[in-house]
């Protein structure tokens, strides 16, 4: 089985680095069942692909392994696909071989293995239990564009039909370690099998490898209820320490970060400013089906509601928390059925792609992206403007300019302790035209709050719409 991941960009023979292995050789390495290979095909400034392929012993294995049956094992245990499909023999040789690769450790080249890359990974040939659909299921909600080519059981006899197995080519721009991480899991939940028995430790391998992606993946209970090759118990245990607390001192201490930041804009009254700009904007481009995205607590979903023109709003947020207050400001449990048809409230991640946010034609982004680090903004790009895409995007952002305005927050102090980097007004307008240039929409920059000639507004918003 082979499995090769490609990089494309400026010093690309540098992913010899992030993987610590010389583009310049082949390696190989004594596994447990058999040896892996690494090599690269490719290896120019410009494209760097790095192969590892495993040649397993499958005789060994079957002499080798102990259980019913001893020597008299029948046939079945020499001839299967075990040597040549993609199963958890990749995991382990991944998890073996890239090892500090898959730890987002790089001795020589950490900020790299920091960064999101153009990374292209082709599995030959891994079974898919579930097909296409199921392939899609588990990684587009990752961010990943799919290219899936499904094999015949035999192409001299094709009336015999398809097989379950496909060659699959992942592509997105992303840090290596995640890549890896996402192979490394998901690979045996495809093949819905593994090799070697199943114990409590894998579920804290799954819990680790699946941290920061796997609680908001819309498919958790399948992946660990396949990972864990289906033992109820174990999976019961996995699913309860992966979202049973929901880490309620985070969400406390998230709590306390967005009290702190309130008071300090509360003078200018700026988050109702935020929130009636909004609704006017959103209002005013004929919007009627809307997304509230990192939607809170609920401030903006109970303006949204007032206006009989939104047929339709959607809020979601990460945090189950947050959705549980927003739920009681909203009075769920006594709004009129008409009202309550209006509107729903979803768990799940802004940075994996998620089929139920298409079809609106409105999204409001609400001081959200600056709680994003660079890849996470990358991939909620992504989710937003090509894969949801809706007509009108209205998104929020604090000035760092208009910072010395406020007598309360200590000089070179952001807003809020949660947030990964507070904007000029000239790097927001370059991130959105950017946006703009590369998903097919127009952006136009309003004001909110109390204008400056100096520093500017203390809000500023970029309003989105397709070409």
């Not at 020597?71 to 299967?80: A, H, P, T």
């Not at 392939?135 to 398809?162: C, M, Q, S, T, V």
């Not at 894998?202 to 660990?224: C, F, M, N, Y």
């Not at 909004?278 to 303006?303: N, P, S």
Request: glycine share 8%.
């Amino acid at each position: 089985m082979i499995l090769t991941i490609a990089y494309a960009g400026e010093n690309a023979t540098d992913l010899g680095y992030l993987l610590h292995k010389s583009p310049f050789r082949v390696h190989s390495f004594e596994q447990p069942f058999g040896k892996t290979y690494v090599f690269y095909p490719e290896a120019t400034p410009e494209r760097c692909t790095a192969a590892l392929v495993l040649e397993i012993d499958s005789i060994g294995l079957v002499r080798g392994r102990r259980g019913p049956g001893g020597e008299g094992r029948v046939l079945e245990e020499y001839v299967n696909d075990r040597p040549y499909a993609a199963s958890s023999f990749l995991s382990v040789a991944i998890a073996r071989t890239f090892g500090s690769a898959l730890g987002g450790k790089s001795k020589d080249r950490q900020e790299l293995a920091d960064s999101a890359l153009p990374l292209e990974a082709q599995i030959s040939v891994v079974p898919c239990r579930g097909g296409e659909k199921l392939l899609r299921r588990l990684f587009e909600p990752l961010g990943y564009d799919i290219n899936a080519r499904r094999h015949p059981l035999d192409d001299k006899f094709p009336e015999w039909g398809e097989s379950p197995y496909f060659t699959v080519t992942l592509s997105r721009e992303v840090r290596l370690s995640e890549m890896l991480t996402h192979l490394y899991v998901l690979i045996p939940v495809l093949d819905d099998d593994k090799h070697y028995w199943v114990g409590d430790d894998e579920v804290e391998k799954l819990l680790r490898h699946g941290e920061g992606w796997l609680r908001a993946h819309p498919e958790r209970e399948l992946i660990t209820e396949r990972y864990l090759k289906h033992q109820k118990r174990l999976a019961r245990e996995a699913m309860e320490q992966l979202i049973g607390e929901e880490e309620p001192e985070a969400d406390e201490a998230a709590e306390t970060h967005t009290r702190e930041e309130e008071a300090i804009e509360k003078p200018i009254s700026l988050a109702e400013q935020r929130v009636d700009k909004v609704v006017g904007t959103l209002l005013a481009r004929g919007v009627q089906r809307v997304l509230d995205l990192g939607c809170g607590e609920g401030r903006l979903l109970r303006e949204l509601l007032k206006e009989k023109t939104f047929s339709e709003i959607l809020g979601m947020d990460v945090s189950h928390r947050a959705l549980e207050i927003a739920a009681k400001r909203l009075n769920f449990e006594n709004m009129p059925g008409r009202q309550r048809e209006r509107i729903q409230l979803l768990h799940g991640s802004l940075i994996y792609r998620d089929k139920r946010l298409a079809g609106y034609d409105g999204a409001a982004v609400v001081e959200v992206i600056e709680h994003l680090d660079p890849p996470r903004l990358a991939a909620f790009e992504r989710v937003l403007f090509e894969f949801a895409r809706p007509k009108t995007v209205a998104v929020t952002t604090p000035n760092v300019e208009y910072n010395v305005k406020f007598e309360t927050l200590p000089a070179g102090k952001m807003r809020h302790k949660d947030h990964r980097f507070e904007w000029s007004r000239r790097e927001f307008r370059a991130w959105a035209e950017g946006i703009a240039k590369r998903f097919g929409y127009t952006v136009q920059f309003l004001p909110i709050g109390p204008e400056d000639l100096a520093v500017g507004s203390p809000t500023q918003m970029g309003v989105f719409s397709i070409q």
